[in-house]
């Protein structure tokens, strides 16, 4: 029997090829110069998740077909790794369900506002297609979502619901875990362990503790072949994405 990563809290075992002492170095040296701010809340958060991110890529590589691991500039035929952008996620939309993203414009919410506590849930992750249906996975992609960051001074996000793979997998009040960067003013939500492999639904909805502006966005990273990667829009296409290069003139 293979190997497995397992996930207690996504109930999942992840079966995983381990990365080869070259590509182990060159993730080492990349990750240690990740652009995020050397003082801030957000990249000490990410190093000290580095162990993990390092399982989701053997994991991704064994989902992504044993491709070798390029890193965070992955040439063709190879899987790299980037933060992860709202297209690889559904959000892909302009707000009407049937354009694709505007060329390189990343939008993070459709909502402004999502309902307070005692009035449900606002879809966030989700299909192109409609809010509350899952988006799946794209099959060339493989999501290492890690936390939420709500960059606003005044945060408002109480609740965050989280379906992988199957209904209902956790309600997640972040009230007691929000980390708050005196720096920057954002606040962080750690995420439970998980991962998004290709071609699984996700669905992801968020209530606020009181009316007011989301300003959110997910972090963490996608490891994926590299021309899904370099894609410069993502447009909808069914329940998922499929990635369209910037067109030429």
């Given at each position: 029997?293979a190997?497995?990563i397992?996930?207690?809290?996504?109930?999942?075992?992840?079966?995983?090829?381990?990365?080869?002492a070259?590509?182990?170095?060159?993730f080492?040296?990349?990750?240690?110069?990740?652009?995020y701010?050397?003082?801030?809340?957000?990249?000490?958060?990410i190093?000290?998740?580095?162990d993990?991110?390092?399982?989701?890529?053997?994991?991704?590589?064994r989902?992504l077909?044993d491709?070798?691991f390029?890193g965070f500039?992955?040439?063709?035929?190879e899987?790299?790794?980037?933060?992860?952008r709202?297209?690889?996620?559904?959000?892909?939309?302009?707000?009407?369900y049937?354009n694709?993203e505007?060329?390189?414009?990343?939008?993070?919410?459709?909502?402004?506002?999502?309902?307070t506590?005692?009035t449900?849930f606002?879809?966030?992750?989700?299909?192109?297609?409609?809010?509350?249906t899952?988006?799946?996975?794209?099959?060339?992609?493989?999501?290492?979502?890690?936390?939420?960051?709500?960059?606003?001074?005044s945060?408002?996000?109480q609740?965050?619901k989280i379906?992988?793979g199957r209904?209902?997998i956790?309600?997640?009040?972040?009230?007691?875990?929000?980390?708050?960067?005196a720096?920057?003013?954002?606040?962080?939500?750690?995420?439970?362990?998980?991962?998004?492999?290709?071609?699984?639904?996700v669905?992801v909805?968020?209530q606020?503790?009181e009316?007011g502006?989301?300003?959110i966005r997910?972090g963490?990273?996608?490891?994926?072949?590299?021309?899904?990667?370099?894609?410069?829009?993502?447009?909808?296409d069914?329940?998922?994405?499929?990635t369209?290069?910037?067109?030429t003139?």
């Amino acid at each position: 029997m293979a190997d497995t990563i397992e996930l207690t809290v996504q109930k999942a075992e992840f079966a995983y090829t381990p990365l080869t002492a070259e590509e182990r170095s060159l993730f080492e040296k990349q990750f240690a110069d990740l652009f995020y701010p050397p003082w801030s809340l957000e990249r000490e958060f990410i190093l000290s998740r580095k162990d993990f991110v390092i399982d989701g890529i053997q994991a991704a590589k064994r989902a992504l077909k044993d491709k070798a691991f390029g890193g965070f500039n992955a040439s063709a035929g190879e899987i790299g790794i980037s933060p992860i952008r709202p297209g690889h996620v559904g959000l892909c939309h302009d707000g009407s369900y049937t354009n694709a993203e505007a060329d390189n414009t990343w939008k993070w919410i459709k909502n402004a506002t999502a309902p307070t506590y005692n009035t449900g849930f606002d879809g966030w992750i989700h299909s192109p297609s409609s809010d509350t249906t899952a988006f799946s996975v794209h099959k060339d992609s493989f999501i290492i979502p890690l936390y939420i960051v709500e960059e606003s001074a005044s945060p408002k996000l109480q609740t965050i619901k989280i379906d992988v793979g199957r209904s209902d997998i956790l309600y997640y009040d972040v009230s007691a875990c929000r980390l708050r960067d005196a720096r920057t003013g954002i606040s962080l939500i750690p995420l439970p362990k998980m991962f998004w492999p290709p071609e699984t639904d996700v669905l992801v909805a968020v209530q606020a503790k009181e009316a007011g502006t989301l300003d959110i966005r997910l972090g963490g990273f996608t490891v994926a072949l590299a021309t899904f990667l370099d894609a410069t829009v993502y447009q909808p296409d069914g329940n998922t994405v499929k990635t369209a290069t910037k067109a030429t003139t």
